[in-house]
Nanobody
Framework: QVQLVESGGGLVQSGGSLRLSCVATGLDFSYYPMGWFRRAPGKERQIVASITRSGARTYYADSVKGRFTISRDNANSTLLLQMDFLTPEDTADYYC??????????????WGQGTQVSVFP
């Protein structure tokens, strides 16, 4: 049974940082490109960052480019998202998921519970 468990969210002041983690179980983690998604209040879920199987290449939505860094630890089936210079517009629930390729915008697997990020001015 595949499980994706996100953690690391919280309440942070604008300009601050958070580091999100996603631990995957029940799948061959290193086989999949992975992505971080977020769903802001009243909006649809969208992908913000993705990474290839090996971690050699990463891709970012324009809204987070230069501020967020995605990485992965295949040995520990863990996906990470370092978020710096946060703004209130980054407030959302964040989720990880496998993706078909590094340019995909849809998750392949069921969704975890997500982790909430709230940024105040």
């Amino acid at each position: 049974q595949v499980q994706l468990v996100e953690s690391g969210g919280g309440l942070v002041q604008s300009g601050g940082s958070l580091r999100l983690s996603c631990v995957a179980t029940g799948l061959d983690f290193s086989y999949y490109p992975m992505g971080w998604f977020r769903r802001a209040p009243g909006k649809e879920r969208q992908i913000v960052a993705s990474i290839t199987r090996s971690g050699a290449r990463t891709y970012y939505a324009d809204s987070v480019k230069g501020r967020f860094t995605i990485s992965r630890d295949n040995a520990n089936s863990t996906l990470l998202l370092q978020m710096d210079f946060l703004t209130p517009e980054d407030t959302a629930d964040y989720y990880c998921n496998a993706i078909a390729n590094s340019h995909s915008t849809e998750g392949l697997l069921g969704w975890g519970q997500g982790t909430q990020v709230s940024v105040f001015p």
